[in-house]
């Protein structure tokens, strides 16, 4: 990647390597609840060697966690053989990372999610599945300053424990802003005989906190272990980076073909 300043001067040609490597653990409780956990290393070579700023640009590197819960029961909902489940998934609780001598250790993206899904068993070939998803960033939210103080919001210089809990209080705007920090997720899936399925979903996020909006479309297919997924991306911002975005995945489960 080529580099240039804010003056539009060039800084020369990097090769950006980062590397995640994770450690995963699950047990089920009983047929219906399951617990599970992460433990991540991170590794971040931006562009080391640079000078930014007067600062030495160096390889940054994190520890983080994840922990989550899920929750799946068959019942009879709405008229219909149904399948309810819900979950929570608190990602990303780590220490903070630097590239850079001397420059503020910043936040990892933790991140908590709390999902809930309904599947309707139509008959012996159909189900639909209705999932909602809400997101929040657990860090803390930039104050508002004035001649360098803070006349809004709190000091984001701050421990990890205690910008993950300040971080449902700290809005320079109050109740009001910190929900606008809750991104929201929605989608709707058919399957047809376990094999062909058809999925569309949307995205929003507050235009204040970030401005990501989609909609996405998708099919899958399924025969024996394999699986292939398509996913194609409608964004409705203009120039957005996520705009007529392409997305496929293949997976082998052998555990299906049993």
Not at 32 to 53: D, H, K, P
Not at 92 to 117: D, R, V, Y
Not at 132 to 160: C, M, W
Not at 209 to 218: A, E, F, I, P, V
Request: no cysteine; hydrophobic share 40%; aromatic share 14%.
């Amino acid at each position: 990647i080529q580099y240039i300043d804010n003056n539009q001067q060039d800084m020369g040609i990097y090769n950006p390597y980062e590397l995640a490597l994770d450690a995963t653990y699950a047990r089920k409780f009983g047929e219906s609840f399951s617990l599970g956990t992460a433990v991540r290393y991170i590794y971040s070579n931006l562009s080391s060697g640079q000078v930014s700023g007067g600062q030495q640009i160096r390889p940054g590197s994190a520890v983080a966690v994840d922990v989550s819960a899920y929750f799946k029961k068959p019942t009879f909902f709405l008229g219909s053989d149904a399948i309810v489940s819900g979950g929570i998934n608190i990602s990303n609780i780590g220490t903070k990372m630097s590239q850079s001598e001397g420059a503020a250790k910043i936040f990892l993206p933790a991140n908590l999610k709390i999902g809930a899904a309904s599947t309707f068993l139509i008959d012996d070939y159909s189900q639909f599945t209705f999932a909602l998803d809400l997101n929040k960033l657990l860090v803390p939210t930039q104050p508002i300053y004035e001649n360098d103080k803070i006349i809004a919001g709190r000091d984001p210089d701050r421990s990890v424990p205690s910008g993950i809990f300040g971080s449902f209080s700290d809005a320079p705007g109050g109740f009001k802003e910190e929900m606008k920090e809750i991104n929201i997720a929605a989608g709707i899936e058919y399957w047809y005989n376990q094999q062909f399925a058809f999925r569309t979903g949307y995205f929003f996020e507050n235009p204040q906190k970030g401005n990501r909006r989609y909609l996405t479309l998708g099919a899958g297919l399924k025969y024996n272990v394999f699986n292939m997924d398509f996913a194609y991306v409608v964004a409705n911002v203009q120039k957005s980076p996520l705009a007529n975005t392409l997305r496929f995945t293949l997976l082998f489960n052998f555990g299906e073909g049993k």
